[in-house]
């Protein structure tokens, strides 16, 4: 069973989801930890709920991004962790985890990628007036959501949408296809999760 470390910046409801999913055995993974860089985020609250050792480590404690996650990196390798999984995670991944997890970082983000990339994709994409977004499942790599996709699902955007209406429908979907895929590329199943499914 591979040991996956989730990283977290917020309420953690992916968190949550792929969690459960590898405690009820859906996910054949062990969740090792959970990484959050805001003390006081609500993914720590459910991490303690369900379990799940969490490292809090603010950034703001090192003097340099190396530094920072050269300590998170030391965790990591002393848990054996093999796969970081980015749930909410709003931070930019450094050459120092990039180096030692090639390959093995995956993200998810709430639109269509590439559009959206960033902060508040769910309220510039109704900003923008599109009829469609959606979910979308990536390696990381040094940019801002521009690593190679594995999956999309999209969401119909309705008339007199709101964010909050939205948000709820793109995270319905993210809590059933995170643990989903992961749990395919665990398998080694990487050719089969390249996909996209529509929603309504």
């Known amino acids: 069973m591979k040991k996956i470390a989730v990283f977290a910046s917020g309420s953690g409801s992916n968190f949550q989801a792929i969690a459960v999913a590898?405690?009820?055995?859906i996910l054949n993974a062990e969740i090792s930890l959970l990484v959050c860089d805001k003390?006081?985020?609500?993914?720590?609250d459910r991490a303690e709920m369900l379990g799940i050792p969490a490292l809090v480590?603010?950034?703001?404690?090192?003097?340099?991004?190396?530094?920072?996650?050269?300590?998170?990196?030391q965790k990591l390798t002393s848990l054996?962790?093999?796969?970081?999984?980015?749930?909410g995670y709003m931070r930019l991944i450094g050459p120092i985890?990039?180096?030692?997890?090639?390959?093995?970082?995956?993200?998810?983000?709430?639109?269509?990628?590439?559009?959206?990339?960033?902060?508040?994709a769910i309220g510039r994409a109704l900003a923008a007036g599109v009829e469609t977004t959606g979910v979308t499942i990536h390696y990381v790599d040094e940019g801002m959501d521009t690593g190679?996709?594995?999956?999309?699902?999209?969401?119909?955007?309705?008339?007199?949408?709101?964010?909050?209406?939205l948000q709820k429908k793109i995270q319905r979907i993210e809590h059933s296809l995170y643990p989903e895929i992961l749990e395919e590329l665990?398998?080694?199943?990487?050719?089969?999760?390249?996909w996209e499914k529509s929603v309504h």
Do not use: C, W
Not at 148 to 165: D, L, M, N, Y
Not at 186 to 194: F, S
């Open 148 to 165: 190679p996709i594995i999956a999309s699902a999209s969401v119909k955007v309705e008339a007199g949408e709101t964010r909050e209406t």
């Open 80 to 87: 054996d962790v093999e796969m970081i999984v980015l749930a």
């Open 97 to 120: 985890l990039l180096e030692a997890y090639e390959g093995k970082i995956v993200n998810i983000h709430p639109s269509l990628l590439p559009a959206f990339p960033g902060k508040d």
């Open 39 to 44: 003390p006081g985020a609500f993914a720590i």
């Open 186 to 194: 665990l398998n080694g199943e990487e050719e089969a999760v390249q």
């Open 22 to 25: 590898a405690q009820s055995g």
């Open 57 to 73: 480590i603010s950034p703001k404690s090192y003097p340099s991004k190396a530094a920072y996650e050269a300590e998170i990196l």
